[in-house]
């Protein structure tokens, strides 16, 4: 039934809609916004020709706005541009020269693309031939201003038609074909631009095998165009370099191969050990390549490639590590500092000052995110090394499953305020397979870490985002991820009626397909789960039918790898 409110507008399939915009730079909202509008046509016209319309009838005015749009003083005085973050968002509505008018404004292209999906999948709703649009007065900013993907190229499975798909490793060779790339990235930005995830790490975002300097170009344009950062995961005298792997200067093997006496001295194989995993060795091969932190020439190296990187590419962002299967202990290394592990701070407070400079001498707006490795963010003592790095970095702590219990009983908004520098987030290896959590429910997690990251002043998470949406336990984490990340005052409660419901069927059938995800893997607990989701997905259709039909699917799998008897 349309509704019939006086604050609704409708509009039949012939109005007239207007949109206003910078049609080339905003290119992919007005696409998103035609999507959207149920097929209506939509007539474009440039922001600067606004106050020049005839006054001819108009059904709906629609006017994109960024930054130093050119808007009619009129226009511009409703936008509290002070409060719109980069990706916060208003949609206010009003009358303009006497047409209905929405006003959507974004505080960079990402708010815009924000606002336009809001529009679109929360408040547009679709009775036969009528579209009916309510009155929208709404100012909209994060919660939390970074909410990262983390992924290795080789294991980012979203586009699922194609061979050599692998599911764990770190120093793997990339086996898809190679166009790969892009089909998977591609596809794992469009999800991230439409529910609010604004960065993306890649390590191996630059092979040979998938298109080199020109595919990774692609790749930034298009999420650039979508407002997702792209961040090349760099290692520094590891993990290849800038260039991972391929016949390139900054790909770190062929530095070394140059300049041997500059490799890093190990005084034990590689490997790295986390604590829900048995230690893992490394093979001998130039992908565990490494350089020595001491010396001056591999500085130099890194600082150079590190300029180059950022002058290449439309990135966002860098991730930095100085790799995590071992520490160089030659002797001047040894004089330098004790000893780590598998990982040294003191060698980041070394080279990282005059990579993070080469990076803005670049760029100025690149997110520097560097990797403060894992399970030691309550420990103050341990950090204090970091002190010594730049202030406006921004420090990722690592947390795995058995460490979290402590992280949310421990972390305070006093203990965040002591740490060394004011630009803190989390990375977890929770729900991946460093944490035997691939394809697992860990929403509730998710949830309770955003929301501690809020309330104790972090500024973000990073999960890895590695598995496609396709798999719906993996889009119910994610959704979970971006949205107690975007929105503060968000609960379980709400995110299931808001979020869940409507991909599910309802309510009560979104609590059940929670309850059905983490059934103990026992006959007869599996076969009712398999009988009650048959019934319940024989009255969906569409999405929600395939997203049950998963379901069943998944418990099948699960119930055949029980043993016989």
């Not at 590891?238 to 093997?253: C, K, M, Q, R």
């Not at 829900?276 to 350089?291: K, N, Q, S």
């Not at 798999?471 to 709400?494: K, P, Q």
Request: net charge negative; hydrophobic share 40%; glycine share 6%.
């Amino acid at each position: 039934m349309i509704p019939l409110n006086a604050s609704y507008l409708h509009l039949p399939s012939r109005a007239r809609i207007l949109v206003a915009a910078d049609i080339d730079h905003q290119a992919h909202a007005i696409c998103q916004l035609r999507h959207y509008l149920a097929g209506r046509t939509a007539e474009l016209v440039k922001l600067s020709a606004l106050t020049e319309l005839p006054p001819e009838q108009v059904d709906w005015l629609i006017v994109l706005s960024e930054p130093n749009s050119p808007l009619p003083d009129a226009l511009t005085r409703p936008i509290p541009w002070s409060s719109l973050t980069e990706d916060g968002f208003m949609l206010c509505s009003d009358v303009w020269r006497g047409w209905p008018l929405l006003l959507i404004a974004g505080g960079g292209r990402p708010g815009l693309i924000y606002a336009v999906h809001e529009l679109g999948t929360r408040h547009l709703k679709q009775y036969d031939d009528v579209l009916a649009v309510p009155h929208l007065d709404t100012l909209q900013v994060p919660a939390l201003p970074y909410r990262l993907f983390w992924t290795w190229d080789h294991s980012t499975n979203w586009y699922l038609e194609q061979v050599g798909i692998q599911e764990i490793g770190a120093l793997n060779y990339y086996s898809k074909p190679r166009e790969g790339f892009l089909e998977d990235y591609r596809r794992l930005v469009d999800f991230m631009s439409r529910h609010r995830i604004n960065g993306v790490t890649i390590y191996g975002f630059l092979r040979d095998n998938h298109g080199g300097v020109e595919a990774a170009q692609e790749l930034c344009r298009y999420a650039a165009e979508r407002g997702v950062r792209i961040l090349p995961g760099v290692g520094i005298n590891a993990y290849g370099g800038i260039y991972w792997e391929g016949d390139h200067p900054y790909n770190l093997t062929h530095w070394l191969r140059r300049h041997p006496e500059l490799r890093a001295v190990f005084d034990k194989p590689p490997a790295f050990h986390l604590p829900d995993l048995p230690e893992l060795w490394f093979p001998e091969t130039h992908y565990t390549d490494a350089a020595c932190p001491s010396k001056p020439e591999n500085a130099r190296y890194h600082e150079e490639a590190i300029q180059w990187l950022a002058e290449t590419f439309e990135i966002g962002g860098i991730n930095f590590e100085t790799g995590d299967y071992g520490v160089c202990v030659c002797p001047e290394c040894r004089a330098r500092r004790e000893a780590d592990a598998t990982w040294s701070h003191r060698d980041m407070a070394l080279l990282y000052p005059r990579l993070f400079a080469a990076a803005r001498r670049a760029r100025n707006d690149l997110w520097l995110v560097c990797e403060a490795y894992w399970d030691n963010i309550l420990d103050l003592e341990r950090l204090a090394p970091l002190a010594a790095l730049p202030g406006d970095a921004i420090y990722q702590f690592c947390i795995n499953r058995s460490y979290w219990p402590k992280v949310k009983a421990q972390l305070t908004r006093e203990h965040v305020a002591r740490l060394p520098h004011p630009h803190n987030i989390l990375r977890t290896h929770m729900g991946s397979q460093w944490n035997h959590e691939r394809y697992e429910l860990v929403a509730d997690r998710f949830a309770e870490m955003m929301q501690l990251m809020v309330r104790t002043g972090m500024q973000g998470a990073t999960i890895f985002g590695e598995v496609s949406a396709f798999s719906t336990v993996n889009e119910i984490n994610y959704l979970a991820f971006a949205r107690f990340g975007y929105c503060a005052d968000l609960t379980w409660e709400r995110f299931i009626a808001e979020d869940l419901a409507p991909l599910l069927g309802g309510v009560a059938e979104a609590e059940r397909y929670l309850t059905w995800l983490r059934v103990p893997p026992e006959r007869r607990a599996l076969q009712q789960a398999i009988g009650e989701a048959r019934e319940i997905a024989a009255a969906q259709s569409g999405e929600a039918y395939r997203r049950w039909v998963w379901l069943q699917n998944r418990l099948f799998q699960k119930l055949a790898m029980l043993p016989d008897g």
